[in-house]
């Protein structure tokens, strides 16, 4: 390809022919990610295929002073793969290649494009398990994951993206390839960058192959639907669970949601009494005495008030049918044009923030209604506001924006994360301060200047410098 | 305390009156780890009691340029908490009270000078479980296990001290208090600094307090010994048993170790027939089906013929009696003055390296008796060379000295670590560049500038600047 501007012409000859990519349609598909809120604009789109590609455009855009903003699956939902500001995209889908399986070690190299389900299919082919699992898994890349931590609906159990990254080779924003931690489990040998990159959002440097972990296979997973008639109960139920069982998701949402999935999806009531809320908790049922020791529990809470009613799944069948209630919510609430919000406080703190926040929409916006769910075993939960029938879908997300301020005020008070998973990029840039401090941000910046001293890699997100 | 020099006067102003000692026996009390290699001399030691002595020293340091030396339990391995030029000594033992616990969250908040083993009991009262453990975990201070990033015996199944810190109190050392991750389980808000602060040796600042996280108790621990004939065919046992049960610990040594530690304690052997290697794998055994599983393993590893003999603990008693096997080796060897290694590659190449290393060491040092043993589960393998009893005993550590280099080309042949878990600090430093790249260690560097622009904290470990 050759192009009209020296620039974009001399990036072309660093890819293949043809991996240089200017046409309209490219530059909005590879531009934006699942938020809407910018116009995707960038200069141009490559493809790189091997990691001396990728160091090249690293090399190029320092030279040439080109901002480049890394893309993966581009279903993230903060802006941070979104290019509006005439940035280079580095799309990483022709790098996919998993290799190098290693059965003892039980981990695999993935290139920076395999998408978590291609790895999540290759981990079951070989018995294993990749337990990160999220709704967008299908087209999300491990590249992104990773560059965001991503979490999911098992963090309770299995932990973030970062707990199942052995190592990463990098090229950084100066254009050095490093691998961080030789794949290794203990390594007590300085400063921890692995971790550092993890996390970044592609301002240090983009990611391009990652060694993953990969874990024993569940066996026999179960789940069990609790009616909840408040919400502190919530509490009781978890911590009286997890003393006795290794749970492996502990979620929540309120009947408003039940209804609304029920209604809009072919997905039946969990059980006839309706109550306030409802936990969904998971564990492996490995043997009788695990299903005894769960109904057990399961009478307790009962007998303590803290449970009304239940469901426990007999059958793969049942536990997926199960999983659809809590699942189905996100879809089902998309055409009611939602504000959403990703926040999270330390778990025993949910219980009081929850109250007050919904204390404070109540009260400054009655017309507005809300709807909880979340990963709450980690303290994560997803506001949902949705928009009123009468009001106007601009004027709606303008005092939603106002309940912004409100919300995040709260999770300061709390001391808790204005992004517990989706990460900041654009969307939560003007509200990182609610989180980390001052003197924070400015390390921050600091390190980010090692790293990338021409600012060319994803700048503008998290910070400005 | 006054001094006649003005600068430990004024020293002696920021912490609580007697708290600042300069006579001989505190200097080198506090001025050592259990390295022996380097004499200790600081200037000074201070034990301050709250934040605000510690940020007031940080402060103080930075004026007058004194460098600092951060000391907990001072059982380190590397020379890392050793004060042998002139630096000022800050011990933490003051600071050892342990508060906020949240049987929700499970965690709880620790100063730096609480003692692992502090924490542990103070987890069992709660009915939950501090699960890092390993030799000095009666005497070692969770700074110190924090800064190190500290292993154990029981990584394979709950990691390393990393995983266990929700979240960090810190004074850089340019002199800034930073709360880092307000000890949430997600917390998508950029850079991970709680990462980059475990395992930095106190070479960026000074961690005054962590949020530790608990886990549930194990139940009913099992200990399983078994002989096996051929090194290869441990990693086959592991594999085995990995897939099937979570193994809290896998351990492996040599027929040697088993000799000498039987010969010198009041230990049995865990069985008649004596074989070149044994592996201890340890288990929740939390009903029998457990039980049969393993059995069942067992059985498949015979017909293998990947294990001769074993034993299963049928108490906590018998189990504790089968751990002595493994846990009394360094003590034993302790009279023979070992030179000791702390290597780890990736668990699969365990064999090789090993096999690799001893033929080295063999060929060139005859006269030289190697015990091994280790932390196989998870790659790391302390190597131990006996010295002979004609050897002069600066002879023979000249001539280790020699073997380090050969040991640690053979590490860097295989991608592995120079310090799998003791840490860098003054001993490995010369090493570092074994196990990470030079553009690596500059990383470093630059951001150890960052976090302590005058290079007071813990200067020349880890690397120089």
């Not at 240089?20 to 809407?36: E, P, Q, V």
């Not at 802006?79 to 280079?88: D, R, S």
């Amino acid at each position: 390809m050759t192009d009209t501007n020296p620039i974009i012409a001399g990036l072309a000859e660093l890819v293949d022919a043809g991996r240089l990519l200017t046409d309209a349609d490219s530059l909005s598909h590879y531009g934006c990610d699942w938020t809407k809120k910018f116009e995707p604009a960038p200069l141009a789109v490559v493809l790189p295929k091997t990691l001396q590609q990728v160091q090249a455009i690293v090399q190029y855009a320092n030279e040439h002073k080109l901002a480049l903003v890394p893309s993966g699956g581009r279903t993230g939902l903060s802006a941070a793969a979104v290019a509006a500001y005439g940035e280079v995209v580095v799309a990483f889908d022709l790098m996919n290649k998993i290799s190098e399986f290693n059965p003892i070690d039980r981990t695999v190299r993935c290139q920076a494009g395999v998408v978590t389900a291609q790895l999540q299919y290759y981990a079951e082919e070989q018995d294993l398990y990749y337990p990160v699992d999220f709704a967008s898994a299908g087209s999300s890349q491990l590249g992104g994951n990773i560059s965001t931590n991503a979490g999911g609906i098992k963090v309770i159990r299995y932990g973030m993206t970062r707990d199942w990254v052995a190592g990463l080779k990098v090229v950084t924003g100066k254009g050095d390839v490093l691998d961080l931690n030789n794949d290794l489990v203990k390594n007590a040998t300085g400063y921890d960058f692995r971790n550092l990159f993890i996390g970044a959002e592609g301002t240090l440097g983009l990611i391009v192959e990652a060694t993953m972990k990969l874990a024993r296979s569940p066996d026999n997973l179960t789940v069990l639907v609790l009616g909840v008639p408040e919400f502190d109960a919530i509490m009781n139920v978890l911590t009286a669970f997890q003393n006795r069982i290794d749970l492996t998701a502990f979620e929540f949402f309120s009947e408003k949601a039940v209804q609304l999935v029920t209604a809009h999806h072919n997905v039946p009531r969990p059980f006839e009494s309706a109550t306030p809320y409802y936990a969904l908790l998971e564990f492996e049922a490995s043997n009788d005495k695990v299903l005894e020791q769960a109904m057990t529990l399961f009478e307790t809470c009962v007998e303590q008030g803290w449970v009304m009613d239940g469901v426990i799944s007999q059958s793969e069948a049942q536990a997926a049918a199960l999983w659809r209630l809590r699942e189905g919510i996100s879809e089902t609430l998309a055409p009611f044009t939602p504000y959403k919000n990703d926040v999270s406080v330390m778990v025993s703190k949910v219980p009081a923030f929850l109250q007050e926040i919904d204390e404070i929409v109540n009260a400054r916006y009655p017309d507005f209604e809300i709807v909880w769910f979340g990963h709450i075993g980690d303290g994560n939960l997803h506001l949902n506001i949705l928009k009123p029938d009468a009001l106007d879908k601009a004027e709606f997300f303008t005092r939603c924006e106002s309940v912004n301020t409100a919300v995040f005020e709260t999770v300061q008070k709390y001391g808790g994360s204005v992004s517990a998973e989706h990460g900041v990029g654009m969307t939560k840039k003007p509200y990182l301060h609610y989180t980390r401090a001052p003197a924070e941000i400015n390390y921050m910046r600091s390190v980010k200047q090692i790293f990338d001293p021409n600012n060319i890699m994803n700048p503008g997100k998290i910070f400005d410098l």
